[in-house]
């Protein structure tokens, strides 16, 4: 297991939930029910360090070999901008090891896999 979160505290991934309500669950093996649920749980879990679990919802064939979630980008907040099929446009607020913010903009593709969706890959949206 990565660091505990609180429970009760608001959940990474901006909802305006609490975590225990959120992605929690999702975190703990609870399945995601839509790519978007995925989406935030996998922001939330980057926002956490939790590379095991972005790595079992991304698809085999575009996972990566290892990820390294502690290069010291800090993850200021999520915007989900729509859902739409399998498909999630979102903007994470990132600052970047360097101390730079960067604003990921990003259409991520999901599909599903015996039954469970997972990150497939992504590009960016035209504005
Ligand atoms: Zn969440």
Redesign the pocket.
Known sequence: MPLAYPPFKS?????G?S?GH??GPLHAGQAATTPEALM??RY?AYALGDSAYVQRTWHPDTRPATLDLRDGTRYLGLRVHGAQGDEVTFTAQLRLPDGERYALRERSRFTQVGGQWVYVDGDTPDA
């Open positions: 959940c990474p991934c901006g909802s939930r975590y959120c992605c935030r749980s939330a």
